[in-house]
């Protein structure tokens, strides 16, 4: 038999474990110009938590019943297709099951050679081009500009603070726990890091560990943590949207202070993105961050829960901090 996670209720505020059901199925039958996928790794995100809700965006919501989805790692088990040969790596948005047949349309062949497979869904994946991409294309960060990111210890913000080094930035993490406040400064370069949640006023330790303000502000979590940066922007400054976990469990759309006077004061440019604007660039975000990692420029962290039986829960981790770098689950 074969073993499916199905979304079995949405999610109020926080999801939870009974928001999920496992169920067993036939083992698929290979059609012809198939091939047979066994899953190795799945990779959870916050942006599923959007999906969980029956709410429009610029990705369908999951059904209810059905199948969830996110970027897999697989092996191919049999093959009807002559693009892929039995042994093969793929990569692409796949179900949560552990095996699973597709016509390989949107697979991406990947070579466990060059990188580790789970880095394909990590830094040479879908969060390393959204730092590479969100950073360069908005942020466009000049030598000696300061850098803060939030959600800095996570995949998408560990990634992005390195590239700020390399591009000869001073830069500046924020995260939860003086654990990953350590690790940003002594594994990934940054010059400073503040725990947002033992530290009083935030708006001031950004001001004290940003003497010239700050340039560019990637933000990965929004909520009050942005609010403190946004006091802090520089003139012609850009804050990068890349992501809002803080409100993602909210039930209704949260009020905060507002932030236009500081980008009229500043003449700072702010700009939500999402990675997929930036498909047609991908091969030069992938060239840059699989060079910086061969070099070791870039340092890449990763979270491995094992079993299949815990993606749920992995899942749920992320909005409690529990990851460092990319949370993957290994099947
Ligand atoms: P992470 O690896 O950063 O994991 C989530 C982290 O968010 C947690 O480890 C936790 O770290 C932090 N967090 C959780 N709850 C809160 C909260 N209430 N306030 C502040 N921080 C919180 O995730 P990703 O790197 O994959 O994603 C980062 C952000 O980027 C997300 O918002 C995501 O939706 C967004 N994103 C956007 C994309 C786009 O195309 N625009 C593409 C990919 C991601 P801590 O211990 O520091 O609290």
Known sequence: MNKTIILNSRPVGKPQLSDFKFVEEEMPAL????????TKFVSVDPYLRGRMSDAKSYVPPFELQKAMSSG??????????????KGDFVSGMLNWKEFQTSIGENLLKIDDKIAPLSNYLGVLGMTGLTAYFGLTEIGKPQKGET?????????????????????GCRVIGIAGTDEKVEMLKSKFGFDEAINYKTT?????????????????YFDNVGGTISDSVHANINRLGRIIVCGAISAYNDTSVPQGPRVEHFLIRKSALMQGFIVGNYADKFPEGMKHLSQWLSEGKLIYSETIVEGFENIPQAFIDLFEGKNKGKMIVKI
């Not at 059609?31 to 047979?36: A, D, P």
């Not at 897999?72 to 093959?79: F, I, M, N, Q, T």
């Not at 009083?200 to 560019?216: F, H, L, R």
């Open 147 to 167: 850098l803060v990111v939030s959600g800095a210890a996570g995949a998408v913000g560990s990634i992005v603070g390195q590239i700020g080094k390399i591009l």
């Open 72 to 85: 897999v790692v697989a092996e191919v088990l049999e093959s009807q297709n002559e693009k892929f040969k």
């Open 200 to 216: 009083e006023n935030m708006t001031k330790a950004i001001a004290e560990v940003c003497p010239d303000g700050v340039d560019v």
């Open 31 to 38: 059609k012809e110009g198939e091939i047979l996928l066994k």
